[in-house]
T-cell receptor, first 112, second 113 residues
Framework: QQQVKQSPQSLIVQKGGISIINCAYE??????FPWYQQFPGKGPALLIA?????SEKKEGRFTISFNKSAKQFSLHIMDSQPGDSATYFC???????????FGKGTLLTVNP | ETGVTQSPTHLIKTRGQQVTLRCSSQ?????VSWYQQALGQGPQFIFQ???????GRGNFPPRFSGLQFPNYSSELNVNALELDDSALYLC????????????FGPGTRLTVL
């Protein structure tokens, strides 16, 4: 039972382009949605997170868009750079449930 | 401020053996969560420790157990290792009252032969 579905599985973008990764969830109790970036051989690093009381959050080149009615959220990376090449995971948590439920990840490659 | 650290970095065991993985939480954090990340997959929640007590558990068998110490560091123990236990084991720490923001360590790569 996959509670958070992530797409695409892999993504290739040219330098300067926009990378878009999408996630959909089923559990309406989820109320915290972080995105993590993971480089090979490293642990996931928190990138940006959003709660359902806002529809968009922006931090630098990274933006989360959130659609509560559709139970979907997405990560947009503007002006993508080769250094952004990594695996990106969306995740969700319900209240004080304490556990993060992750998507399966998206391998992003930004070509120079 | 030091981040989350884990040891060892890599470990090779044979089927049936037991293993202990260690985690030191980030300064000021008193909650530790453990995750298993199989190759090509997202992390899966194993359990969480808060004030030295298990505070929730994912869908893992009892041969996965843990401890948290008074200094908030933690251990993950796995008994009777199986081939499918081969994975990256991640530790994440957070502050009580703000357990949504979890910061991950670099992980321990366990290979079971």
């Amino acid at each position: 039972q996959q509670q958070v579905k992530q797409s695409p599985q892999s993504l290739i973008v040219q330098k300067g382009g926009i990378s878009i990764i999408n996630c959909a969830y089923e559990n309406t109790a989820f109320d915290y949605f972080p995105w993590y970036q993971q480089f090979p051989g490293k642990g996931p690093a928190l990138l940006i997170a959003i709660r359902p009381d806002v529809s968009e959050k922006k931090e630098g080149r990274f933006t989360i868009s959130f659609n509560k009615s559709a139970k979907q959220f997405s990560l947009h990376i503007m002006d993508s750079q080769p250094g952004d090449s990594a695996t990106y995971f969306c995740a969700a948590m319900a209240g004080s449930n304490y556990k993060l439920t992750f998507g399966k990840g998206t391998l992003l490659t930004v070509n120079p | 401020e030091t981040g989350v650290t884990q040891s060892p970095t890599h470990l090779i065991k044979t089927r049936g053996q037991q293993v202990t993985l260690r985690c030191s939480s980030q300064s000021g954090h008193n909650t530790v969560s453990w995750y298993q990340q199989a190759l090509g997959q997202g992390p899966q929640f194993i359990f969480q420790y808060y004030r030295e007590e298990e505070n929730g558990r994912g869908n893992f068998p009892p041969r996965f157990s843990g401890l948290q110490f008074p200094n908030y560091s933690s251990e993950l123990n796995v008994n009777a290792l199986e081939l499918d236990d081969s994975a990256l084991y991640l530790c994440a720490s957070s502050r009580s009252g703000n357990t949504d923001t979890q910061y991950f360590g670099p992980g321990t790569r366990l290979t079971v032969l």
